[in-house]
């Protein structure tokens, strides 16, 4: 049976790759879910896992994200939220660019309140595809598991079987498809496709400006970072998330 749907999906692929507009602008919803978050957090004792979760539980927020990409280049980013909200993020703490000619990424994060540059070569996960199917934005997708090692998260995509795009949100790439939800632990945090634009002129994309006095980083040195700080957390009994993203 999984045989007979992906070489259905082959055809499709082929069959769409040339009708494809591959420019365009996805709008992402990202909800957060405290108390499933503090469950993923296994090394916490019991105690500490109510505790917090009576402080945090029961609690999930949203956030707007949006992709923009064309034949080149893709950029990721969350959007300035209301005023009046209770949770304010800046545009500019977290940006995604790919040049997809280069095959190098340039990122901008705050990690331990602190900014970074991150400079590399564009690396996508390995994913294994599975065999499921459901709609996201009004697209049928089908399913794919990768796993966070450093996180400890299990990770499930859902990409668009009609566009042939390995693009997705947040950090994720390298499906046969344009990645329309992510599924982040369970529902932890998902990211999901609310809007897709596809216009016939091409969508500028510009490339992430930071100011020189920025640290420069490669991704070796980003997964150190986060891995101390993880351990660290474990050794301190606190959820590792608080300063660094789930």
Same mark, same amino acid.
């Given at each position: 049976?999984?045989?007979?749907?992906?070489?259905?999906? *082959?055809?499709?692929?082929?069959?769409?790759?040339?009708?494809?507009?591959?420019? #365009?602008?996805?709008?992402? %919803?990202? %909800? *957060?879910?405290?108390?499933?978050?503090?469950?993923?957090?296994?090394?916490?004792?019991?105690?500490?896992?109510?505790?917090?979760?009576?402080?945090? #539980?029961?609690?999930?927020?949203?956030?707007?994200?949006?992709?923009?990409?064309?034949? #080149?280049?893709?950029?990721?980013?969350?959007?300035?939220?209301?005023?009046?909200?209770?949770?304010?993020?800046?545009?500019?703490?977290?940006?995604?660019?790919?040049?997809?000619?280069?095959?190098?990424? %340039?990122?901008?994060?705050?990690?331990?309140?602190?900014?970074? !540059?991150?400079?590399?070569?564009?690396?996508?996960?390995?994913?294994?595809?599975?065999?499921?199917?459901?709609?996201?934005?009004?697209? =049928?997708?089908?399913?794919?598991?990768?796993?966070?090692?450093?996180?400890?998260?299990?990770?499930?995509?859902?990409?668009?079987?009609?566009?042939?795009?390995?693009? #997705? *949100?947040?950090?994720?790439?390298?499906?046969?498809?344009?990645?329309?939800?992510?599924?982040?632990?369970?529902?932890?945090? !998902?990211?999901?496709?609310? %809007?897709?634009?596809?216009?016939?002129?091409?969508?500028? =994309?510009?490339?992430? !400006?930071?100011?020189?006095?920025?640290?420069?980083?490669?991704?070796?040195?980003?997964?150190?970072?986060?891995?101390?700080?993880?351990?660290? *957390?474990?050794?301190?009994?606190?959820?590792?998330?608080?300063?660094?993203?789930?």
């Amino acid at each position: 049976m999984k045989n007979i749907i992906l070489l259905t999906f *082959s055809i499709l692929v082929i069959s769409n790759f040339c009708l494809c507009q591959e420019s #365009g602008i996805i709008s992402y %919803t990202v %909800t *957060s879910d405290w108390t499933k978050m503090i469950a993923t957090c296994d090394y916490l004792s019991q105690a500490e896992k109510e505790r917090t979760a009576y402080t945090w #539980g029961g609690r999930t927020y949203d956030r707007k994200a949006e992709l923009k990409f064309n034949a #080149g280049e893709y950029r990721f980013e969350y959007q300035n939220e209301n005023e009046g909200s209770t949770y304010q993020w800046r545009r500019e703490d977290y940006i995604i660019y790919r040049d997809r000619e280069k095959e190098e990424s %340039t990122d901008i994060m705050t990690i331990l309140d602190k900014p970074y !540059v991150i400079i590399d070569s564009l690396v996508c996960q390995n994913w294994k595809i599975l065999n499921d199917m459901k709609e996201v934005a009004g697209r =049928i997708c089908m399913n794919a598991l990768w796993y966070d090692p450093i996180k400890n998260k299990e990770i499930i995509a859902w990409f668009a079987l009609d566009l042939p795009i390995p693009l #997705g *949100s947040n950090r994720y790439c390298g499906l046969p498809g344009m990645i329309l939800e992510i599924n982040e632990t369970n529902g932890a945090v !998902v990211y999901t496709a609310t %809007t897709i634009l596809l216009p016939e002129e091409k969508v500028e =994309i510009e490339k992430p !400006v930071y100011k020189k006095k920025t640290k420069v980083i490669d991704y070796a040195a980003y997964d150190k970072i986060i891995s101390d700080y993880i351990a660290q *957390s474990k050794k301190m009994q606190r959820p590792y998330f608080w300063n660094i993203g789930f």
